[in-house]
């Protein structure tokens, strides 16, 4: 092998950018497929790179997959990696968490959750 194709392999050994490129869910308050005793004030999303604001989402459902949350999502001022949208009381029952995220890097990853929400 060539020297300068022995060092274009070792750095993309060594530095893989492929694998730092998009922002995944990191932790969730409610934790993922947790059950909470009260209702929650927030859902707050952890993300692994920071955020594009006027591009990422975040919504809570009920079961009947009508929007619970105050629609009133923002990130954290002072951290760009987490994400919240505040609750109003909510009932026991099952919800679920719908995410959508633009990272600063410009990649867009989504997914979703349930918790649940016991007396």
Same mark, same amino acid.
């Given at each position: 092998m060539?020297?300068?194709?022995?060092?274009?392999?070792?750095?993309?050994?060594?530095?893989?950018?492929?694998?730092?490129?998009?922002?995944?869910?990191?932790?969730?308050?409610?934790?993922?497929?947790?059950?909470?005793?009260?209702?929650?004030?927030?859902?707050?999303? !952890?993300?692994?790179?920071?955020?594009?604001?006027?591009f990422?989402?975040?919504?809570?459902?009920?079961?009947?997959g009508?929007?619970?949350? !105050?629609?009133?999502?923002?990130?954290?001022r002072?951290?760009?990696?987490?994400?919240?949208?505040?609750?109003?009381?909510?009932?026991?029952?099952?919800? !679920?968490?719908?995410?959508?995220?633009?990272?600063?890097?410009?990649?867009?990853?989504?997914?979703?959750?349930?918790?649940?929400?016991?007396?």
């Amino acid at each position: 092998m060539k020297p300068l194709a022995r060092t274009v392999a070792l750095l993309a050994v060594l530095f893989p950018t492929g694998a730092l490129a998009h922002a995944f869910l990191d932790r969730a308050v409610p934790a993922v497929g947790s059950t909470v005793h009260g209702p929650p004030a927030e859902v707050r999303l !952890r993300f692994t790179q920071e955020l594009e604001p006027a591009f990422s989402t975040v919504r809570v459902v009920d079961r009947d997959g009508r929007q619970v949350d !105050r629609m009133d999502k923002q990130l954290d001022r002072g951290d760009a990696t987490l994400l919240k949208v505040s609750l109003p009381r909510l009932a026991p029952g099952i919800y !679920r968490v719908l995410w959508r995220v633009l990272s600063v890097d410009t990649h867009v990853t989504e997914g979703d959750f349930t918790f649940e929400v016991t007396p």
